[in-house]
């Protein structure tokens, strides 16, 4: 096995083990969302947004592992969130495909957006509609996300000629 074709094995092998953590913290989303009011104490609103915080991270580290193995480390500065997500939506020929569809790159703009607000919400009070309208969008984000990372992963494995099927 050649070296680039190493990176990509691990590369795979990264994103399957941040792909448990955005499956938990979707999890963990549902399972608020099945509770029955959202009342402006409640600290289920807390159990949220710091699942939507941490679900967006999950993806952010992906996307970093993508960005480092095919184009190198994000360029750092103020924007280097959006610009990194933005990276992921492009498909760079010759490099690698597009990681996400311009309407993932969409909502995980908004959910980027969130975790900035919510870094910085250290006194204000989580408001509940809002939060459950962020909280029901995250399942559609979730199913798109994953069957791109299928997708994506699919091609990583045709390109280094694994067809992941480990129980052979």
Known sequence: MTAEARKVVTLIAEIAAERAALDDQHRRVCAALDQ?????????????????????????????????????????????????????????????????????????????GFRHFFRDAYAVTLDAGRLRERAEALGPLHRALCAELDGFEGTLRAAVGDDGDRGA
């Not at 159990?47 to 184009?71: N, P, Q, T």
């Not at 610009?83 to 020929?93: C, I, S, W």
């Open 36 to 112: 029955p009011t959202w009342a402006p104490e409640d600290p289920t609103l807390s159990v949220v947004a710091v699942a939507l915080h941490h679900y967006y991270g999950a993806a952010e580290s992906i996307f970093e592992r993508v960005a480092r193995c095919f184009e190198g480390a994000p360029d750092p500065g103020s924007r280097w969130h959006q610009d990194l997500l933005e990276r992921m939506a492009l498909d760079l020929t010759g490099i690698r495909p597009a990681l996400v569809s311009p309407g993932t790159r969409v909502a995980l703009r908004e959910l980027l």
